[in-house]
């Protein structure tokens, strides 16, 4: 391609040179031959863009081709048009006079120099500017042919003279004071970036720039090497040692880092002076790889050679000791500096910033206002940082302050960074502020606001935004993605997800393995298992997050054996789990109850030196108390070696999910006792504790004592708790009064609060307060949510009000099986046993499967209404039809049935032919349908068998009792009172006897 440009440039040039004209004046000879700029701009700019060095355009062509413009700026177009005649008119006369070959001639050496000129460009584009076989005219322009013509002056004028002469300054300027030049070569990003930088004027030089002195080399040597002026040996060794910075430069970016350390090891060894260059490629390295045993011998090094007082390698020690997490080491390094600029306070608050003590950090930038030292806009970015991390608003209004009075807002790095603090904060309405007033956004302005808004749980305005970032023409990245992607798991938007991924593919993003996990992560969170698990399969790269997003989803949607098949299948692949991969398993093995595996897991854990941890320690501990294993799960807990209020938490929510109120609350006052500060988690679930022990007036005190003594405020989960406790132990007024307290202290009520609430009304039949509860729930809104809509349902219901529960029922925007198991019991338990079948077939026409409690549900209104022919099927279909395995409550019911009906040979029959053992549920049923009818016999058969049962339980005699004393059986009544005196047994039933009563009754 040159060859052929270069056959092109003659061809024109001998165009023109033959032209057969005679121009009065030999300026004019030249401006005509500029006629061609157009055509050598051209091939210029083609050859800078088809060179060896990847396309890159060279600075030193734009500046030639800038001057060549300016000269065709200059012509005169009336003096063009006057060429143009002048050319006809030199055609018509032909070439007689020799004056005019002379000036023809003086044209034709003008085009040749401008042919060398093209000449030398083509030949460095396509030979390579510092080819060392270059030949010696490529850095030097050729010398016109005639001085005293003035086209020729100014081409001489505006050639490389000028700029050789400033470059020869620019370099005796270095070297006569080098501490006045930033010397970036260790650490500049690319080859784009000058090596030395002028700290007042910024003019930059290149040590291999193509306008540098030949002696420049030579000079830098010495330099490097203490100035050595005499002895070839010593220079022979000098040249070696820049040699061998040169490869120690290259062994660190290819992460060799130990060959790099031991060549500059022999570097110390043979000279006299010391490789600073190589010591900062070895620390830049070390950063890079995380390195820090590397990094220790390359201070070391540098420690020996007495050179710590250097305030560029100390600072790069600092940010070397940051980035490989020690920064201890990095403060050692940073106190004992002698003198410190704005970039060793910079390293020094970024490395407590990136460890997480941002408190420190804080502390740090005010200690470096007191020295008096301004500081400059990273500064300010890398404070906000840490003031976002911690939530300190303050702070960081603060910041904000002094960054407005320095004159940095309008910077864009700063705006966004103000941007992310404002609302990792919480106050996204400043963040929006912030963001709106910006003069200047880029794709890191909009992801930090759309990332602000998902943190805050604020999916729609993100989304909205994202929208009004698209129309604005602003080209998301893999951030914002990602951002986005989160707001529309937070909302479960699956349709706005599947846009984004749409998205994501256009944009060729779907190969980034971030990406990728955000996706598996939103399909997840919408519910979409098996779309995440194709996608997951379809990963051209996976790492421990992806199949963290996939095990975490299957946990997370109630598919505990799909988690742990895929935790055996990454084993399998060789991928290494972490602490968060043990963490979601272990929360699949407790909503599994699946002890075996959390056992195996529990050893998998000890095998990788996990145990320590003490998230995953507070999560076994979690996990062997919802397998019912208490006393594994405190061993566990008292073998802690570190333990935080979240392990304490664990345990008493175990002791409470156990009914073990006494030893829950003896943990609680331990707690305290060892100094641990409880939180509000720490009183939800001690006071759930409370409720399931009928600690009620413990409770209550620890209730209010949460102020008095802790500081803390009870927040709505504290006083749902506490209103649970009173609804579960019978005391419905006091759990209504609470609840007029909480309003009055402002806190607002939740769904869970008004489920509670309500059935503490059903509870007592309440329909006032019920009604009253029902306006406050349709003025905040929940009257949509099932749960609350199922529970007002089953309040009328058990209020009595049937009619009212079917309406409310009917205009329930969504329904599930919980709604019709209300709706069925509510007709139960008011004796329309008919209505409770008709509402069970309708259920079963719209496609919603019964589950065990709606065959109870429908078992009991047969049961209340004596359907028995109704029943019997009902029961026979259960394991036909709907693949239900009838438990200890189907057969209690279906022995209710037909005691009720009178047909007590059936029930007895019944009984004798359960496929599991009867229990004492069934007996209690069978009892008490006896005691309802007067039947000594069959209630004195259920005794003897439940009393083998349960000996100690007061139930069976009182029952008796009543059927002895309705029958006028005084001798009988008197004999069981004796037998219940010797058998030990108490009169008072107790907590025991009124479950087993109330579990025989099957209504809910």
């Not at 004056?99 to 044209?107: A, F, I, M, V, Y």
């Amino acid at each position: 391609m040159p060859c052929l440009l270069l056959y092109f440039l003659s061809c024109l040039t001998v165009h023109f040179g033959d032209m057969r004209y005679s121009p009065s004046d030999p300026e004019q000879a030249f401006f005509s031959s500029l006629l061609c700029l157009p055509t050598a701009i051209f091939i210029h700019s083609f050859m800078a863009t088809c060179t060896t060095d990847g396309g890159r355009l060279d600075r030193l062509l734009w500046y030639e081709l800038n001057e060549l413009q300016d000269l065709r700026r200059q012509i005169n177009l009336k003096d063009l048009q006057d060429l143009q005649g002048k050319r006809k008119e030199i055609r018509a006369s032909g070439l007689q006079d020799l004056q005019r070959k002379t000036n023809l001639l003086n044209e034709l050496q003008i085009l040749c120099r401008l042919k060398m000129a093209l000449r030398m460009t083509i030949w460095r584009f396509s030979r390579g500017i510092n080819n060392r076989f270059n030949p010696p005219w490529v850095h030097a322009r050729p010398e016109p042919a005639e001085q005293g013509s003035p086209g020729f002056s100014t081409l001489k004028a505006s050639g490389y003279a000028g700029r050789l002469l400033n470059m020869e300054q620019l370099w005796e300027e270095f070297f006569a004071d080098p501490s006045q030049w930033w010397d970036n070569r260790f650490t500049k990003k690319s080859s784009k970036h000058p090596d030395f930088k002028h700290k007042s004027t910024l003019e930059s030089l290149w040590v291999d720039g193509r306008l540098n002195p030949c002696w420049v080399n030579e000079r830098m040597v010495s330099m490097a090497l203490g100035h050595i002026q005499s002895g070839d040996g010593l220079k022979s060794r000098a040249r070696d040692c820049f040699c061998n910075g040169d490869k120690v430069r290259r062994l660190c970016q290819e992460g060799r880092l130990k060959e790099a350390l031991h060549m500059v090891e022999l570097m110390v060894q043979q000279t006299t002076t010391t490789p600073i260059g190589a010591y900062l490629c070895l620390l830049k390295g070390c950063s890079k790889r995380k390195a820090l045993a590397e990094g220790k011998q390359v201070h070391a090094l540098i420690a020996q050679s007495v050179l710590d007082s250097n305030i560029f390698l100390a600072n790069t020690l600092v940010h070397m000791y940051s980035k490989c997490g020690s920064v201890l080491d990095a403060h050692k390094v940073f106190s004992n500096m002698p003198q410190r600029n704005v970039y060793s306070w910079t390293a020094i608050i970024s490395a407590y910033a990136d460890s997480g003590q941002g408190e420190e950090a804080i502390n740090l930038f005010q200690q470096m206002q007191r020295t008096g030292l301004a500081p400059d806009k990273v500064v300010f970015v890398v404070v906000l940082k840490a003031c976002a991390s911690l939530a300190a608003l303050e702070q960081g209004k603060q910041l904000h302050s002094d960054i407005i009075k320095r004159g940095f807002q309008s910077d864009v790095i700063v705006g966004s960074t103000l941007v992310d603090m404002y609302a990792k904060c919480g106050c996204t309405d400043d963040a929006r502020e912030m963001f709106n007033n910006m003069s200047e956004r880029n794709v890191v302005s909009w992801s930090a606001m759309i990332a602000g808004y998902a943190q805050n749980r604020l999916g729609k305005e993100a989304l909205a935004l994202y929208e009004q970032m698209k129309q604005e023409g602003v080209q998301p990245d893999i951030v914002t993605f990602t951002c986005v992607l989160s707001a529309c798991a937070s909302l479960a938007a699956l349709e706005q997800g599947k846009q984004l991924h749409s998205d994501i593919i256009k944009r060729g993003f779907q190969s980034d393995v971030i990406v990728g996990n955000t996706l598996v992560d939103m399909y997840v969170k919408c519910g979409c298992t098996e779309d995440a698990r194709e996608l997951f399969n379809n990963m051209s790269e996976r790492n421990v997050v992806s199949w963290n997003a996939m095990i975490a989803g299957y946990a997370q949607n109630g598919l505990g054996k799909e988690a742990l098949a895929l935790y055996e299948q990454m084993k399998q692949e060789g991928e290494q789990p972490n602490h968060v991969t043990f963490v979601v398993l272990l929360k699949a093995c407790a909503s599994l109850a699946a002890l075996e595996q959390g056992k195996q897991l529990h050893s998998d854990i000890i095998k990788r030196g996990f145990q320590s941890d003490v998230i995953v320690g507070s999560t076994l501990v979690d996990m062997y108390a919802k397998c019912g294993c208490t006393d594994d799960a405190r061993e566990l807990f008292n073998s802690m070696s570190e333990r935080d209020v979240v392990s304490w938490n664990a345990m008493i929510a175990g002791y409470a999910q156990n009914g073990l109120g006494k030893e829950a609350l003896a943990l609680y006052e331990q707690m305290k006792q060892e100094g641990v500060q409880p939180d509000n988690v720490t009183f939800t679930c001690v006071l759930s504790a409370c409720a399931h022990s009928r600690l009620v007036d413990e409770g209550r005190c620890i209730f209010d004592s949460m102020r008095k003594d802790h500081g803390a405020t009870p927040d709505v989960v504290s006083w749902s708790a506490m209103i649970a406790g009173y609804a579960q132990n019978g005391l419905g007024k006091e759990a209504l009064a609470l609840y007029e307290q909480m309003k009055q202290e402002g806190v607002q009520p939740n769904n869970v609060t008004f489920v509670v609430l309500l059935k503490a009304c059903a509870s007592l039949a309440a329909l006032e307060q019920g009604k009253q509860l029902h306006s406050d729930i349709i003025k905040r809104g929940f009257q949509s949510d099932v749960i609350v809509g199922s529970t007002l349902v089953d309040m009328y219901a058990k209020c009595g009000c049937t009619e009212d529960a079917r309406e409310l029922f009917n205009d329930m925007s969504e329904r599930n099986v919980v709604s019709w198991n209300a709706m069925i019991a509510g007709y139960a338990q008011n004796g329309l046993g008919k209505e409770a079948l008709a509402l069970y077939e309708q259920m079963k026409q719209e496609g919603v499967q019964p589950n065990n409690v709606t065959f109870t549900c429908v078992l009991s209104a047969c049961a209340h209404s004596r359907l028995v022919d109704e029943g019997r099927y009902v029961f026979d279909s259960m394991c036909k039809d709907h693949d239900v395995t009838p438990t200890e409550e189907h057969y209690a019911c279906m022995v209710d049935l037909l005691a009720r009906a009178g047909c007590w040979a059936d029930a007895e029959l019944f009984i004798n032919k359960m496929p599991i053992q009867p229990d004492s549920v069934v007996w209690m049923t069978l009892l008490g349908a006896a005691r309802n009818h007067g039947h000594v016999e069959i209630g004195r058969r259920a005794f003897d068998l439940l009393v083998k049962l349960e000996p100690k339980n007061a139930a069976p005699y009182v029952l008796l009792s009543n059927i002895y004393a309705a029958a006028g059986r005084k001798d009988e009544l008197a004999k069981i009172r004796n037998e219940m005196m010797d058998a030990g047994v108490k009169k008072c039933l107790g907590a025991a006897g009124s479950k087993l009563i109330t579990k025989c009754m099957p209504l809910l």
